[in-house]
């Protein structure tokens, strides 16, 4: 197991090293929601959460840790985003046995209604468009394999839809994400994988990207002479928008409890992203648990290369609580999330497992 975390180690070192020249795509990659992750537990770790994967968000970071899951379990997370932007997670998530375990999650960003301006009105024209982003995903975990020693492995997939929508115009897509998770059986020592948003690219279209204008034919100039009657149709035109990529994402993570003695549990996550439309970046976070029932976390996210100094995200903080119904368990979470000068985002987030 030693050799394994050596090989960790030095994938770290390596993304820590990568110059800022090697990433080229910054700011290409289309359906952005897709980056916001829910579980105000899991940003409060700083998104650091590849490795640990233990409750039903895991459908969005690492589908392979849905099979973790020992009860059915829902989850409804809440993001006050920036910008007066609402998000809504909903994730669900039922173990069958000899089957695996089969989830399902929605998300839905609203952005506030906007006043339409035009160029002859810039200050308005008494007309508002809406805009709004979905997706809709099914996935499934099994365990493959578990040893004497605890080591175990499990695998999972999401597969999504993909749609947005701005005033009348859309945009829909399909993509997959694929998960690893493997408990190595050394101590509490826990290694995850996965790839996110897989899929090709999507494309805005609708009936406001097209015009038409009556070039021969108009009634209005039926009178003037000496120009003849024709009978050309209306020509029509219209915008041709690009395609772009959707925000793919590989994440490696690990995770151990530094501290487990029974009425104390304080575990240790790291996760390394490397998206295809930014650069690199290392996230970092710390939960400590009194006996099962209250949580501190805190964790630091890290943008790699000598755009570093300009990224506005960091330090991320948060408080959970697990309260006892009879058999069912109620999870209460919150998270805090410093923007620098975009101010903060807070999380709230509710789980039930029955």
Not at 156 to 168: D, F, P, T
Not at 301 to 325: N, V, Y
């Amino acid at each position: 197991m030693r050799y394994i975390t050596y090989i960790l180690l030095i994938a770290f070192i390596a993304l820590w090293t990568v110059p800022s020249h090697a990433t080229t795509n910054v700011g290409t990659a289309g359906a952005q929601f897709l980056k916001i992750g829910p579980g105000a537990r899991v940003d409060s770790l700083g998104g650091a959460f590849g490795a640990l994967a233990d409750d039903v968000t895991s459908i969005y970071w690492n589908p392979a840790g849905i099979s973790q899951l020992e009860k059915m379990s829902f989850s409804d997370t809440q993001i006050f985003w920036l910008a007066d932007i609402r998000y809504n997670y909903l994730a669900f998530a039922i173990p069958i046995e000899k089957v695996g375990t089969l989830g399902a999650s929605v998300t839905f960003l609203n952005v506030p209604d906007t006043e339409i301006t035009t160029l002859t009105k810039p200050d308005g024209t008494g007309l508002w468009y809406s805009a709004y982003d979905t997706a809709v995903s099914v996935a499934y975990a099994r365990q493959l394999y578990e040893q004497e020693s605890g080591a175990k492995l499990s695998v999972g997939l999401n597969a999504k839809y993909i749609h947005q929508q701005i005033h009348r115009e859309s945009a829909r897509g399909v993509a997959i994400d694929v998960g690893t998770l493997y408990h190595t059986g050394w101590r509490s020592l826990r290694i995850g994988m996965s790839f996110s948003n897989f899929g090709p690219e999507m494309r805005f279209s609708g009936p406001n990207l097209e015009s038409g204008s009556e070039v021969a034919g108009d009634p209005r100039t039926a009178d003037y002479r000496p120009f003849p009657e024709t009978s050309n149709p209306t020509r029509t035109a219209a915008l041709e928008t690009i395609e772009f990529p959707l925000p793919s994402n590989f994440r490696l993570g690990i995770a151990y409890d530094i501290i487990d003695s029974g009425d104390n549990l304080l575990t240790l996550a790291l996760d390394a992203n490397h998206p295809n439309d930014n650069s690199e970046r290392l996230n970092i976070g710390m939960e400590y648990w009194f006996r099962k029932m209250a949580a501190i976390r805190a964790g630091y996210k890290f943008r790699l290369g000598e755009d570093r100094a300009d990224d506005e995200e960091g330090i991320t903080l948060g408080l959970g609580i697990h309260l006892t119904l009879g058999k069912r368990l109620l999870a209460l979470d919150y998270a805090f999330a410093d923007f620098g000068r975009l101010q903060q985002a807070h999380r709230v987030s509710l789980g039930l497992q029955f």
